[in-house]
């Protein structure tokens, strides 16, 4: 799909929708729970969709309702039969890596499939730790993957700059052994609050970790126990798109977000302010108001997903320079990020320099607009419909469609926060 974004100031307030990383976890651990599940989720994007699938391959049952997901968990006599299971994970990364180890703690066999980059985003610190705990794997690099075996237990070590998926994965399946395990990542552990993300996923559900440091020491035959009824956060990740358009234009809200939030990328707050922007929090409202905004230098290694939007805000800057580091990770994800960021701003006017794990964006440039692809990418689709707020000619994106991984209504929002899209072909 092709979409044209004539230039307009963004004002108003939306909902928050709910966020796809709490999604993940709670689908996840109410399908391995004793008993239903409700789970109140206000958008079932792709992703989510494709962890609901797998889970209902394993065995569970997931209903869709209005604004909600009901799941069944996986029957307890199917967990102890070695059977082989097929689980299409669509383009979600985080539903392959969090799976994978779950699926050998049942003692079922998987073959992990999917489609767009996801052949290409690597699994191997995690498939290393799995084989040396009695997992075999179809041969590096073939795809689909394949596993046989069930998951031993022992001491799992994985470096912590590489994914936090991984440690999410293990922190999921290690309770579901019969006798205990420990987990240590070895430092600069990165994206840590996706771990505690899981944490606190895990002790909603009753399952026990105890943590020194980066070494959690996770106790086997635990039983996950539904507590009923639970609600997705509102996302922090996609409310930074909006979020970053307030202090771009005119004031934006939006709602239903936690500022206790273990989210990680409500760190958007603290790099609009520390731009220049002006923001308020009332309850579980924010708002973000524009102000001059200037050059800051900011190390991603814990927030990466912000890295599309952030650009935008540096290339808004009036004066300064931004320094996007410690970001090399951003070429494993839907798009090369950093080559994607740099190729859509270059398309839209605005120059800056890729390094090796960042980006140099200067300050006081001006977004001209243009036409650029969206990279197969929803976080560089909403990156650059944003850029056309403060664009002098209309954006023009192609491959638009990729929101429907993150924020299917994105383009909703956006026309009701006073956007103008103009969709030139619905076909692509």
Avoid at 55 to 65: I, K, P, T
Wanted: charged fraction near 20%.
């Amino acid at each position: 799909m092709k979409v044209r974004l004539t230039p307009a100031k963004l004002c108003g307030s939306i909902p928050a929708i709910s966020s796809k990383s709490d999604a993940h976890r709670l689908l996840i651990a109410a399908a391995l729970s004793d008993r239903e599940t409700e789970i109140i989720c206000n958008v079932l994007s792709e992703d989510i969709r494709a962890t609901a699938r797998c889970l209902c391959a394993l065995g569970a049952r997931v209903d869709f309702l209005a604004d909600r997901m009901l799941v069944h968990p996986i029957p307890r006599e199917n967990t102890a039969k070695e059977v082989s299971v097929t689980l299409d994970c669509g383009e979600s990364g985080s539903t392959l890596r969090f799976l994978l180890p779950v699926v050998s703690a049942l003692g079922k066999n998987g073959v992990f499939t999917g489609g767009g980059r996801l052949p290409e985003r690597p699994v191997t610190e995690l498939r290393e730790a799995m084989e040396a705990h009695g997992v075999r794997f179809s041969e590096q690099g073939v795809f689909p993957i394949s596993t046989i075996g069930k998951l031993g237990i022992g001491t799992y070590t994985l470096r912590g700059d590489v994914s936090s998926q991984y440690v999410t994965g293990l922190l999921f399946a290690l309770p579901l052994l019969p006798e205990n395990s420990v987990l240590r990542l070895l430092p600069p552990v990165e994206s840590k609050p996706y771990i505690e993300m899981t944490l606190s996923t895990l002790a909603h559900f009753g399952i026990a970790v105890r943590r020194e440091g980066y070494t959690y020491f996770i106790k086997g035959n635990q039983a996950y126990r539904s507590p009923g009824s639970v609600s997705v956060e509102g996302d922090w990740s996609n409310a930074a798109f909006f979020l970053t358009a307030g202090a771009l234009g005119a004031p934006v809200t939006v709602t239903g977000l936690r500022t206790d939030s273990p989210q990680g990328d409500k760190a958007i707050l603290s790099l609009l302010q520390r731009m220049g922007a002006k923001v308020e929090t009332a309850g579980e409202a924010v708002t973000v108001s524009p102000g001059t905004l200037h050059g800051i230098a900011q190390d991603m290694a814990d927030i990466p997903d912000l890295a599309p939007i952030f650009s935008v805000a540096a290339a808004a800057a009036r004066t300064g320079e931004t320094a996007i580091q410690n970001a090399a990770r951003l070429r494993l994800k839907e798009s090369d990020r950093l080559a994607a960021i740099h190729r859509m701003l270059g398309s839209l006017g605005v120059s800056c320099t890729e390094t090796a794990d960042g980006l140099l964006i200067p300050g006081g440039q001006t977004i001209s607009g243009g036409e650029t692809s969206g990279f197969g990418d929803h976080r560089m689709v909403m990156a650059a419909a944003i850029a056309s707020v403060l664009a002098k000619t209309p954006v023009t994106i192609d491959g638009a469609e990729a929101v429907e991984k993150s924020y299917p209504h994105f383009f909703e929002d956006f026309k009701r926060l006073g956007g103008m899209v103009d969709v030139l072909d619905p076909a692509r």
